[in-house]
């Protein structure tokens, strides 16, 4: 099985600021990678589809990149409504896997 | 606008078999890519994909899990049942289900999701 590694598990940054939160495939997924935020006690929210595609009526602060084994997903200016966990999670044929999630707090 | 909503006992003993169903909206599962998911989130935990069904009957499980649950549709319903026998204390989650659409490959809407707990 592909296993996802989500880095970092937690994070505290400041209004303003940029954040990047990373995830690794143990084998190559090309694409298949997808971005979730989910707030406390809320249901995960989609935000990228595709490694790179921003969601219908994500704000554009939000963003993905990457293919094969490592992916980025970065925050270009931080909200203090951003305040959330992020998952990664792969998807293919057969399996649907989430990363370990981001926990996002501000400063 | 497309809903899902996940219903089921709050409470389930030791050695039971959970039955939660997944009642949606403004969307049907005999559309081509269509798909409806199950995920749980233990508390304080993440997320873990459970199972899935797809529009043509096409049903995908976690290999951890496989043997306990099962996952089916009623399409004139607008239904997906996902069973899961011999709950242990270790299953206490929430458990939220979500369309899954194959022209995104994600699950684009979720449930508000329902708490489970396994105890005596």
């Known amino acids: 099985d592909i296993q996802m590694t989500q880095s970092p598990s937690s994070l505290s940054a400041s209004v303003g600021d940029r954040v990047t939160i990373t995830c690794q495939a143990s084998q190559d997924i090309r694409k298949y990678l997808n971005w979730y935020q989910q707030k406390p006690g809320k249901a995960p929210n989609l935000l990228i589809y595709h490694a790179s595609n921003l969601e219908t009526g994500v704000p554009s602060r939000f963003s993905g990149s990457g293919s094969g084994t490592d992916f980025t997903f970065t925050i270009h200016s931080l909200q203090p409504e951003d305040i959330a966990t992020y998952y990664c999670q792969h998807y293919d044929n057969l399996l649907y896997t989430f990363g370990q999630g981001t926990k996002l707090e501000i400063k | 606008q497309i809903t899902l909503k996940e219903s089921g006992p709050p409470l389930v003993k030791p050695t039971q078999t959970l039955t939660l169903t997944c009642t949606f909206s403004?969307?049907?599962?005999?559309?081509?890519?269509?798909?409806v998911g199950w995920i749980r989130q233990p508390p304080g935990k993440a997320l873990e994909w459970l199972a899935l069904?797809?529009?043509?009957?096409?049903?995908r499980y976690s290999p951890s899990l496989k043997s306990r649950l099962t996952i089916t549709k009623d399409t004139s319903k607008n239904q997906v049942v996902l069973t899961m026998t011999n709950m242990e204390a270790v299953d206490t989650a929430t458990y939220y289900c979500a369309r899954w659409t194959s022209s995104l490959g994600a699950f684009d809407v979720w449930g508000q999701g329902t708490m489970v707990t396994v105890s005596s």
């Open positions: 403004a969307f049907s599962l005999s559309t081509n890519g269509v798909g």
């Open positions: 069904t797809y529009w043509d009957d096409d049903k």
